[in-house]
């Protein structure tokens, strides 16, 4: 493989929460707690919240935030945990578009998948027969 041993890798989730949290100077992006504010109150250091629930850990994808703003943001259901982008095994940027497709168009992100993988079947032609079409 030519490849040497273990590197540190900077798109590893807790390097990309660091650059986040030092991107946003260590402060909360919505009320603007610091750090050391949320070790005193929390007990912990500020969050890192995906705008994306449920996508991968990116620089663009993040924000800092304390836990009292992280706590009014949307989670992911149990339900729809299974079929985030990341899961479905796809590329980081194409998890993106799609997560954004489905969001657009209020669907989960399987059939919004599904939806794009039928038309691009049908436009090369290799959608199996009429009769498969449900
Ligand atoms: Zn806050």
Not at 27 to 41: L, Q, V, Y
Not at 96 to 123: S, T
Request: charged fraction near 35%.
């Amino acid at each position: 493989m030519g490849r040497r041993g273990p590197q540190p890798n900077p798109n590893s989730r807790d390097n990309v929460k660091k650059a986040v949290r030092k991107r946003d100077g260590h402060k909360c992006t919505e009320c603007g707690m610091t750090r050391e504010e949320s070790r005193a109150r929390f007990g912990r250091t500020l969050d890192v919240h995906r705008l994306i629930p449920g996508s991968r850990y990116t620089l663009s994808g993040c924000v800092t935030l304390c836990r009292e703003c992280h706590k009014t943001k949307p989670k992911l259901k149990r339900r729809q945990r299974s079929e985030t982008p990341r899961r479905i095994g796809i590329r980081a940027d194409l998890a993106k578009a799609l997560a954004l497709m489905a969001k657009r168009n209020n669907r989960p992100v399987r059939m919004e998948f599904n939806r794009i993988m039928r038309m691009a079947a049908q436009a090369a032609g290799v959608w199996p027969s009429p009769q498969d079409e449900d």
